[in-house]
Nanobody, 125 residues
């Protein structure tokens, strides 16, 4: 399984970005997909995830009400829509796949088996 994250960029505070995670090598049905971020000097943290079934989602408290996760099965792509961006959202964002999570998804990075390269999100205040 390979994952390709894209869509990052520079945006002003209050703006929006949509990140994409294109998955190849397997259908989305068999993997939970998670989005993680890592700011300089900080640990990589879970942001949002969606189960393989698509029926379960999770978001870290700091992004609830601002970020949404969705997927397009036809394109085998998962999206992270980020609205009302804040300077503290600035980080390198990664997507990852967990082959064991079909009906739920996990926040912890150690649960994920495959990782894409990061895409930089910079929010200017």
């Amino acid at each position: 399984v390979q994952l390709q994250a894209s869509g990052g960029g520079l945006v002003q505070a209050g703006g929006s970005l949509r990140l994409s995670c294109a998955v190849s090598g397997s259908a989305l049905d068999y993997y939970a997909i998670g989005w993680f971020r890592q700011a300089p000097g900080k640990e990589r943290e879970g942001v949002s995830c969606i189960s393989g079934s698509g029926g379960y989602e999770w978001h870290v408290d700091s992004v609830k009400g601002r970020f949404t996760i969705s997927r397009d099965k036809a394109k085998n792509t998962v999206f992270l829509q980020m609205n009302s961006l804040k300077s503290e959202d600035t980080a390198l964002y990664y997507c990852a796949a967990d082959r064991a999570a079909l009906n739920l998804c996990l926040a912890g990075r150690h649960a994920y088996d495959y990782w894409g390269q990061g895409t930089q999100v910079t929010v200017s205040s």
